[in-house]
């Protein structure tokens, strides 16, 4: 059984660019977890999402910002627009459900230039 | 502000020696968890404690809570080199136990 699946590993974009994050949960888990971490600090919680539905994305900024889970296919972190500001550590985590354990997957460093 | 702090923010100490972190909160939980991440990793899930239980173990981890003080610990024995990780806890809040909210973690360094 594959661990959380994540990519890309690094991705660098310029300025005004799209960022799309992609993340595969474990098999037979339903609900997804994106947090981003900065340097030396803890991780941020940012949106919790269940299969076709958003139901906590209460950390995310309310501009440039979006995700998804559909039916079918991994969870779409997508940032639009970056700025350097975005540059962190994004990472995903699955549960098999409510308030259990978190699975992480080892994350997509962004760098915006 | 943020729900879990640790304590300390960074603990160096020698092969062999226990190391002891602790983490505060501030409102009512569910449950509180503890995870370690390695440098440049994912994070990695140790133990997960619920608000009625006290005291939770598993290999040489060992991991404390105190509901009437919003606290816990976590407690490494004979702790190793490959220990070195940073340890964050994160607790599951009783109006929201879906969402984990992480602290700023304990940077632990053991040497050689």
């Known amino acids: 059984n594959a661990g959380v699946m994540q990519n890309p590993r690094h991705l660098v974009r310029r300025r005004g660019q799209e960022a799309r994050l992609r993340c595969s949960p474990m098999?037979?888990?339903?609900?997804v977890y994106w947090y981003r971490q900065l340097p030396e600090e803890g991780l941020k919680f940012m949106v919790y999402l269940q299969k076709e539905n958003i139901i906590d994305e209460s950390g995310m900024p309310k501009e440039r910002f979006s995700a998804e889970f559909p039916k079918e296919g991994p969870s779409i972190l997508r940032i639009q627009q970056v700025v350097r500001g975005d540059s962190a550590a994004y990472f995903c985590?699955?549960?098999?459900?409510?308030?259990?354990?978190?699975?992480f997957g080892s994350g997509t460093q962004l760098s915006v230039l | 502000s943020q729900q879990g702090e640790e304590d300390p923010q960074a603990l160096s100490i020698q092969e062999g020696e226990n190391a002891t972190m602790n983490c505060s909160y501030k409102?009512?939980?569910?449950?509180l968890q503890w995870y370690r991440q390695n440098s440049g990793r994912g994070l990695v899930h140790l133990i997960l404690i619920r608000s009625n239980e006290r005291e939770k173990h598993s290999g040489r981890l060992r991991v404390t809570l105190d509901t009437s003080k919003k606290s816990s610990s976590l407690l490494i024995t004979a702790s190793r080199a490959a220990d070195t990780a940073s340890y964050f806890c994160a607790t599951a809040t009783m109006d929201s136990s879906y969402k984990l909210i992480f602290g700023s973690g304990t940077r632990l360094l053991v040497r050689p």
């Open positions: 409102t009512s939980i569910n449950n």
């Open positions: 098999k037979g888990h339903s609900h």
């Open positions: 985590a699955s549960s098999p459900g409510y308030d259990e354990k978190l699975f």
